[in-house]
């Protein structure tokens, strides 16, 4: 397809442009002739390469490590990688995989999950990346037995999953797309990880909603897809998990009848108690999170007023993690400035931008805040710390 646009037999598509592009390292404007310009002779031999660096030699070292936040430019070069669906082996890969190596990648999946809460998917999304492309080379090139093959199998859906939630929460859709679309697929014999796969995928799409209604009947057969999935599994949490999403895809639709039952299931799927096959991921799965999803909900619904009394009860839970207080905190601000309680709405949003100025790196947090920011005058101090947060 390059080739023949080269050539000028047709034009590329505008996501072939962009990728091309990034690679090229030019804006896509300059692509109009061919990369060289009209008349100039093509040599891809001779193009500038432009390293796709994840650091994955010393991955398996790095766990634990303070990263510093994602440069877009740099880490979007990096990802091509994993667009392209490109996995070849990097040094450092073993030749065989032992259970003690696999335990290892998944005691990493677990860490990066729980820093996830208190500083968001920017902090650790390249280390997220990495680990995963890491395991996904593991699992392509190295020799292992076949149950080691089923726990690395399950590993890599786990580390998928981990970092295409990160690239959400940082704001990286394509990526986040991609890598949760692997993670539901390496899930495939796994019901619980294949669950929490659709699961994801159905969060993005209920955030890509606001741009496109589609995408929440989209986010519905995704969770119907994790229904289907769990339908044999007794795990009370995953449940609640799948209602509670779809009420935010119902509000998008604004269907109040299903937000109504959506809420109420998941209440009385965690009124059963905690179950021996919950797994340890879905432990965030509370009645604060419940309600939390039911604000969304109504906030979806164009409910600004009824969302910022549920936000309130939300955010009177002391065991709130740093990152989700400051994206209710958010979504608070913005359910104040739709219901047209500027002062209020200012307020909240000063919050959540100490929190982001603090340790919360959260590409989400400050979108929620972008209605906020659109009716500040630019001299104003919100306006001010909002552009200078949105540029670190």
Known sequence: MIYAWERGDHDLSERYELLYAAVRGVEPARLTHGPAGPGAEHNLAQSQALP??????DAMGTAGAEEDDVDRREFGLA??????????????????VAAGQVHELRAAAAAIWARDRLAGGNAQLR???????????????SSYTSIVG????????????????????????QLARTLLTEAALLAAEDPLLSARAYGLLALQSNALAVA?????????????MAGAAARHEPSPRIHALIWMRRATASGMLHDDVTIRQAIANARRELDRGDHPSDPQ????????????????????????????????EVLRDATLPPRNR??????????????GDRTEAIGAGLQVLAAVEDTVRSARVLRELRPVR???????????????ALAS
């Open 79 to 96: 990802a091509i990688g994993l667009l392209a669906g490109t996995f070849m082996p990097p040094a450092g890969i073993p030749p065989t």
């Open 326 to 339: 400051a994206l209710y905190t958010a979504q608070l601000a913005a359910s104040l400035q739709a219901a």
């Open 212 to 224: 496109s209604i589609g995408r929440a009947r989209e986010a519905l057969r995704f969770l119907d």
């Open 52 to 57: 796709l660096n994840l650091g994955l030699a």
């Open 127 to 141: 280390e997220a990346t990495g680990y995963y492309k890491m395991a996904r080379a593991v699992l392509d090139h």
């Open 374 to 388: 659109q009716a500040t005058d630019p001299g104003d101090e919100f306006a001010a710390r909002y552009d200078a």
């Open 150 to 173: 089923a726990e690395l199998r399950a590993v890599t859906s786990e580390l998928a999953a981990c970092a295409g939630f990160a690239a959400y929460d940082a704001g990286y859709h």
């Open 281 to 312: 991921w879905a432990g965030f799965v509370d009645y604060t999170e419940v309600t939390a999803h039911e604000a969304m909900a109504r906030l979806n619904q164009g409910e600004a007023d009824r969302a910022a009394v549920v936000f309130r």
